[in-house]
């Protein structure tokens, strides 16, 4: 599901927020 | 005779003709012009070649004085000149497509016999090149501005709607990507040292748009940190209510948040 969503340009913002809210630490800070 | 003194070549200018610097034939009426013909359709250098017959001066004539439909786009006094296949005359078209003054070289096939001042600036502005270098530049004029505007906080100027658009549009660009640290660092000093009007609550909203540009980049860690940032900037003591509810809001419709699950 995270792969689909990243990969989704559409994905909604309540989308994204669902992720982030399962993978908080993925990326890096800047 | 052409075909005695060699090449002649003749610039198009609105509605009349040079010829080296002198004017060499004019003619303002509107239809029947033959440079204002010529310069309608683009027309910005007709060269003669040596060689050129009669049978070819009289077949341009007969292109250059025909009456053309002006609602037509296929006919025009290029299209007549290509279907005639000249040998012996050649044009220099100002290019459709390209707001500055370049000459399109493929169309007439013919490698430049001179070059002008006019070709040697148009040649310095290549499109292609030029948005490039424009690119480059707003992305260091929309730093600048917001350095600018974190440097003198006690008299900030309100950014104009159009550089807030600029920065907004920079934001959104994936290859702004490295410097949207840097404008999250600056936006964030000039949020918090602004006074409350459209503008400052435009920027806010870019840096909204800052936490959806990371998520969507998959820059979870980062998006939580300008959302992090961004409430802290809310409890910030001093800082306008109005300011402060505009942040909440913010980050409250962007902060993470689970989906209903078991």
């Known amino acids: 599901m995270k792969d689909v969503l990243i990969a989704n340009p559409d994905a909604n913002v309540e989308e994204l927020q669902a992720l982030v809210a399962y993978f908080p630490r993925r990326g890096s800070s800047n | 005779m052409p075909g005695e003194v060699g090449e002649i070549e003749l610039f198009v200018e609105r509605d009349h003709l040079t010829f080296g ?58 299209t007549l000149m290509w279907q005639k296949q000249f040998t012996h005359v050649k044009t220099f078209v100002l290019d459709e497509l390209s707001e500055n003054e370049r000459f399109d070289e493929s169309k007439v096939g013919l490698s430049d016999p001179g070059q002008t001042e006019r070709e040697a600036e148009s040649a310095a502005q290549e499109p292609w090149v030029a948005s490039e270098e424009q690119h480059r530049l707003d992305v260091e004029n929309a730093r600048r ?23 907004r549009r920079e934001v959104e660009l994936q290859e702004t990507c490295d410097v949207s640290g840097e404008l999250a660092d600056v936006l964030f000093d000039v949020v918090a040292g602004s006074r409350e009007d459209a503008s400052s609550a435009n920027l806010r909203n870019v840096l909204g748009q800052l936490v959806v540009m990371r998520m969507r980049t998959a820059d979870f860690a980062g998006a939580n940190g300008l959302i992090q940032q961004m409430q802290d900037l809310a409890k910030k003591r001093g800082l306008d209510p109005a300011q402060a509810r505009h942040l909440g809001e ?12 078991k």
């Open chain 2, 145 to 167: 501005l917001a350095e600018e505007c974190a440097g003198t906080k006690s008299k900030l100027t309100p950014p104009t709607p159009e550089e807030v658009e600029s920065l």
């Open chain 2, 21 to 78: 610097s002198e004017t060499v034939f004019q003619d303002d009426h509107p239809r029947r012009s033959i440079p204002i013909k010529l310069d309608r359709a683009g027309v910005r250098r007709v060269v003669f070649l040596p060689g050129i017959e009669r049978p070819e001066v009289l077949n341009l004539l007969d292109v250059l004085t025909t009456e053309l439909d002006e609602t037509s786009i296929e006919d025009d006094v290029v």
């Open chain 2, 250 to 261: 913010l980050t409250g419709r962007y902060s993470p948040r689970s989906t209903s699950r």
